[in-house]
C-alpha cells in the first residue's frame, strides 16, 4: 500500500492553487474539509437513522418496514426529518434550562468531532495529530458528560435512572476499551491514526493481510463487545431500556432535541465503527475498491452488528453489567495487554 | 505540514453549526400551542410526583467511581509506555522494559482484588430485598 497521502486541507489548498503554508489559507480549507467530514457523516447518519435501522430490524423481525414513499422507501428520510423538525418542542416543567438545552448539542457535536482524525482514504483525512488515538478516545468518551446532563436537567425520574445508568455502564467499559485499544499501539508503536493504519498494511499469512483482527482476534473481540456497551446497543442498552424506564435520559425530548440526541447516537456507533475500522480492520485498505468504499463498507459492518446484537440479545441487567465489566472485561484486556507486551516482546 | 490542530478546530466548529442549524430551522418551522397539561412531567400517565432532584436514593457506585479513577489514571500512565514499548525492547531488552510495568500493573490487580473481596464492584441490594446480606462500608 502507498503511504497515506498529505491531510485533507493541504490537498484542497493545492487543487485550489494556494500557498498551504498560510495560515488564512489553512483555516479556509479546513473548514470546507471539515464541511465535507460532516456532510460525509451526516449522510451516513441519515441513511442509517430512519431507514437502514429499520429495515435492518425488521429484516429481522420478518416485517417489510418503510416501503411507501420513493424506491425502496428512501425517501422516509426526507419525509422524517420535516416531520421531526416541525413538531412542537415542549419544555417540560422544572426543567435546569441551560443543561437542558446543551445537553443535545453536545451529545450530537461531541461524537462528530472525533471524526477529524479517522483516515478515510482517498485523501480524506482532517487531521494527522501524534495524539490521534488518545483524543479520538477522548471525543468519544464526552458524550457520557451529555447523557448524565440530559438525564440530570430533565427534572424527570425516568430520565435521572437513565442518566446515572449511563454512567455507571460508561465507568465499567471506558477502561476495557482503552486498555483494549493500547494493547494495538504496542503493536503499532505510535498513536498516529496514519501510523496505525501504515502498520497493518504487511501481509499476514498467504493473501490474509496484517489487519490487528487478524492479529490479535482476542483483543478485537473484547473491543467490539466494549465498544458495544460504550455506544448503549443491546445487550447494554440499559441506559434507555425501553421497558424499564421510558426511554431513559432522552424520556423528555421532544421536536429538535430529540433529533439531536438520536443523531448523536448514531453518529456515535459509526464513530464506534471508524475507530475499530482504523485499529483492527486496516482502515481504508482493502482490495480493487477504493479506500473510501472500503471504509464505509467497514463502518456499516459494523453498524450492521450493532443492529443485529440489538435484534437478537437479550439487555443484560445493571448488575450484572457492572460484574461483567469490573470483574470479567477488566480483568481480560488487562490479561490482553501484558500477554500482548510478553509476545510483541519475545518476537521483537 | 501544518498544524493537525487548525483543521480540528474547523471540524468543531462544523460539529456545532449543523446542530445549531437544525435548531434554528426547526424554530421557523414548529408550532408553539402552549396548553396546560402538555409540560407536565412524563411518569407513565399518572399525576407526577415531584422533581426528580429531590429524590434520595442510593446510587450504588460511588465505590465504582473512585475506582474508575484509579484506572483511568493508570491507563494515561500506560499509554506512553506502550508507545515506545517496542523500541524500548530492542534498546534495553524485554526484562528492562517489561518487568516495570508487570509490577505496575500488578499492583493494580491486587488492589481490584482486594475492593472485589470487599464487594466494591458489587451491585448492593437494599436491605429490604437481602436481610444481613450487606457487607459494604
Partial sequence: MAPESAPLPETLAELAGMDPNSVPVMILMSLIGAALIGTLMMTNTALAGPWAKRKITAAFTDRIAVDRIGPFGLLIIVADSVRLLSKELIVPEGVDRPAWDLAPLLIASSALLGFAVIPMGNGLHLADPEVGLAYVFATASMASVGLVMAGYASNNKYSFLGGLRAVAQNLAYEIPLILTGASVVIFAGSLQMSEIVAAQSQTLIGPLPSWYAFVNPFAFALFMIANLAEVGRNPFDIPEAPTEIVAGYQTEYSSVYFVLIYLGEFIHIFLGGAIIATIFLGGPAGPVLPGIVWFLIKIWGVFLFTQWARSAVPRVRIDQLIEIGWKGMLVLSLANLLLTAVIVGVIA | ?137
Avoid at chain 2, 8 to 29: C, D, E, K, R, Y
Avoid at chain 2, 62 to 83: G, H, K, N
Wanted: zero cysteines; charged letters at 15%.
Fill in chain 2, 1 to 137: 505540514m501544518s498544524n493537525p490542530w487548525i483543521a480540528i478546530g474547523a471540524l468543531a466548529v462544523v460539529a456545532l453549526a449543523i446542530p445549531i442549524t437544525m435548531m434554528f430551522v426547526s424554530s421557523l418551522l414548529r408550532p408553539s400551542v402552549p396548553e396546560q397539561g402538555k409540560t407536565a412531567t412524563y411518569e407513565s400517565g399518572e399525576v407526577p410526583t415531584g422533581s426528580s432532584q429531590k429524590i434520595k436514593f442510593n446510587i450504588q457506585y460511588y465505590m465504582v467511581a473512585l475506582l474508575f479513577v484509579v484506572f483511568d489514571i493508570e491507563t494515561v500512565l500506560i499509554f506512553p509506555w506502550t508507545v515506545i514499548y517496542r523500541d524500548a525492547v530492542g534498546a534495553v531488552g524485554m526484562t528492562r522494559a517489561l518487568l516495570p510495568m508487570v509490577a505496575f500493573i500488578g499492583i493494580l490487580a491486587v488492589g481490584l482484588g482486594w475492593a472485589w473481596r470487599n464487594g466494591a464492584v458489587r451491585w448492593v441490594r437494599s436491605s429490604r430485598a437481602t436481610k444481613g446480606a450487606d457487607t459494604y462500608e
